[in-house]
Every structure is written in structure tokens, then in C-alpha cells.
T-cell receptor, first 115, second 114 residues
């Protein structure tokens, strides 16, 4: 079946603009994760959704970052007033359950460049 | 907080030879999971192998095996019979038993040479 998909693949935006990054998880997966991969910070957790529970937002770096997951499926990560330090690859992953024994399947990521 | 350290930024190996990637971690947890992920140039992270901390036996997956030393908090990955397709960035990662996020190391770039 289809894997995790993300769009766009690449996004170039001007400093100060808002951007939306989309993630389509594997059908039936209840858990969804966002990670950020940057040169300076490596791979870091951003946010976690599990079913209808309140998301774990503990990794979001500032209040300019937000995410939602509609209908328990598609998720959108929004960055407001982008800054150059937001340039990174944003990876989405999903798993059949939030339990650690279930493998996280990653998408190909969105490369965001803020000019 | 948990931390994961990969001390080898880059490694290279000849095709068909064996290479070992190092990983150490720090945690006060007793039960947890450890992972090795592969990220080829396509950016798609792929799970290579997983180890449950409560299991003493080292995990193996075909040409990939780990040396898990719980007391030393060490988790190295051995790749046998290296293939050109093994060229990628390899990440070591940690997750608490009831956690919901992976904590990654900085990664090791592995180049397999023909």
C-alpha cells in the first residue's frame, strides 16, 4: 500500500511569510509525528498526535509553529512569520499505534528554505 | 532527558567488507527501545533494526546486527558484506518504553566504495 506522503517536496519562501506543510499518513495509522532535520540541530521531535487525544506539542520551538490533524488523518504543520533558522527538512511519520513497539514509517520530507 | 551520541561523523568501507557504527546514549530509564535508521539521499528514513532494552540477546536482521551493552549504554551497528546500496546516513535513536518520540543522534554518513 501507499506510504506516508508529504507535500510539497520543496518549498522556498521569503522571510516573514507563512507556510503550510502537509502530511498524509498511512491509512489506518492512529499515531502521527512531526520531526525537523536541520544542519545545526540534527533531527528533533516537534509534535505527536494519537487518535483523539490532545497532541504532545512539547517539541515545538516557538509559538510561530502549530499543527493540526483533521479527521484523525491528514496533518498540516504551519509556520507563521518564517525566519531563516526555520530552514530545514520537515519529516512526518506515522505508526499503527502510539506504543513504542509499533514502527514509525517516515515520509520523504519537505525541504523548507527561507530566504 | 535522554541524549544519543554518534561520535563518527563519516565512515567509509569497501564493498563486501564489514563496518561498525558506534552509538552511546544516556538515560536514567531501565526499559526502553533503541533503533538504527537509514536515510539514503532520497531522504526517506528507513528502520534498519530495533533492540528492546529488556532483551539480552542482540538483534539481527540479515546483514545487520547490533552489539547492545546496557551497562555501558552502548549500541553499535555492524553491517556485514557491505553493499553499494548501504551508502546512506545512519541514525541511532532512543525511545522510552512508554514514550512517544524518538531521540536521535547526529548521524554517521557511511560511504560504501566499489
Amino acid at each position: 500500500g501507499a506510504g506516508v506522503s508529504q507535500s510539497p517536496s520543496n518549498k522556498v519562501t521569503e522571510k516573514g511569510k507563512d507556510v503550510e506543510l502537509r502530511c498524509d499518513p498511512i491509512s489506518g495509522h492512529t499515531a502521527l509525528y512531526w520531526y525537523r532535520q536541520s544542519l545545526g540541530q540534527g533531527l528533533e521531535f516537534l509534535i505527536y498526535f494519537q487518535g483523539n487525544s490532545a497532541p504532545d506539542k512539547s517539541g515545538l520551538p516557538s509559538d510561530r509553529f502549530s499543527a493540526e490533524r483533521t479527521g484523525g488523518s491528514v496533518s498540516t504543520l504551519t509556520i507563521q512569520r518564517t525566519q531563516q533558522e526555520d530552514s530545514a527538512v520537515y519529516l512526518c511519520a506515522s505508526s499503527a499505534s502510539g506504543r513504542v513497539s509499533y514502527e514509525q514509517y517516515f515520509g520523504p520530507g519537505t525541504r523548507l528554505t527561507v530566504t | 532527558a535522554q541524549t544519543v551520541t554518534q561520535s563518527q561523523p563519516e565512515m567509509s568501507v569497501q564493498e563486501a567488507e564489514t563496518v561498525t557504527l558506534s552509538c552511546t546514549y544516556d538515560t536514567s530509564e531501565n526499559n526502553y527501545y533503541l533503533f538504527w535508521y537509514k536515510q539514503p539521499p532520497s531522504r526517506q528514513m528507513i528502520l534498519v533494526i530495533r533492540q528492546e532494552a529488556y532483551k539480552q540477546q542482540n538483534a539481527t536482521e540479515n546483514r545487520f546486527s547490533v552489539n547492545f551493552q546496557k551497562a555501558a549504554k552502548s549500541f553499535s551497528l555492524k553491517i556485514s558484506d557491505s553493499q553499494l546500496g548501504d551508502t546512506a546516513m545512519y541514525f541511532c535513536a532512543f525511545m522510552k518504553l512508554y514514550g512517544n518520540k524518538l531521540v536521535f543522534g547526529a548521524g554517521t554518513i557511511l560511504r560504501v566504495k566499489s
